[in-house]
């Protein structure tokens, strides 16, 4: 059965990047859809802007996921897929396992967002317009301001979901989000990578548990913040997990750091292994679908690299295509970094 994490639909393909949507997103977007049209203080028309607010939405989260991907290309990495869903999007990137290149690719997915905030801004300012800097702004009342044009309205919507995604993605400082991330690469050099791994999953456990008494206090939004919460628990704990199995090097969960006297006669027998939960079971086997995988991918990339290193004898470095020549670099930064 396929992993649940991946049930989603191809939107298309952009700058050699495959959109996906989850299938959680149209579901959660109808959710979201039904409940301004059909809440008590609803107004006419309300469930309209709930879809404009949905496409709003959709769009900058994907721009907001383009900025991870081309900031990987910029540090010689690559980026084949983005998957949209209810919580975001994530990007799925191919980085040198370097602080600064992962620091490169996480920022610039919020820095996206803040420059279309600026560019909105600008453009609101302009007409002597408000600037919606209030997370709690109300999209729905502020809608009937008769004094703006319609696409002024839309500008003004535009700007503050930006602003709420770039306040989201920097204010809670934990991990998985952008926040949490660029924390772990800031420590990387000073702690390690694991120990700045272990620090940003402890920050994402502790806003977990402030975005659950946030979900206790505020009836409104309070789905909301249960849902954040409990994803980013989740996300932390399976992060954590990971850790505590040695990371994608240690597969199957055995711990081999001291050897193999554990397995020596005059060595008294270890003791039984607790069995294992369903979540470590299914985090098994994603970390051996994807060694599986990544093995596949760098023989495929050897041997185009091969190919491309003939045509270079052959025809000269000038015969090269520009994805041709990002390919050899790439490939060739992830070769010295595994030396």
Partial sequence: MRDPLTWSFPLGRLFGIIVRVHMLFPIFALGMILRAGFHEKAAAGDWVIACGLMGLMLVSVLLHEFGHCFGARLVD??????????????????????????????AAGPLVNLLLCAAAGIALRSFALRIPFNPLWDPYAAFNDPDMLPWQKWLERFFWINWILFLFNMCIVGFPLDAGRLL?????PRLGYRQATVVAIY??????????????????????????????????????????????????GYDFSQGYTSLERDQPPPRQRRRQSFLQRWLQRRRAVKMQRDLEQREADE?????????VQREGLQALSDEERRFLTRVSAKFRNRQ
Avoid at 303 to 311: A, S, V
């Fill in 184 to 188: 772990q690469c800031i420590l990387w």
């Fill in 77 to 106: 990495g690559d980026a084949n897929e983005v998957l949209l869903w209810p919580l975001g999007g994530l990007a799925h990137v191919d980085v040198p396992n370097t602080p600064r290149a992962n620091f490169i690719t996480t």
């Fill in 303 to 311: 041997r185009r690299m091969d190919e491309l290193l003939e045509k």
């Fill in 203 to 252: 920050f994402g456990f502790i806003f977990s548990l402030l975005l659950a008494i946030c979900a206790l206090v505020d009836t409104n939004n309070g789905i909301l913040f249960l849902m954040l919460a409990l994803f980013i628990y989740v996300t932390c704990r399976q992060q954590f997990i990971v850790l505590e199995h040695g990371g994608e090097d240690s597969v199957f």
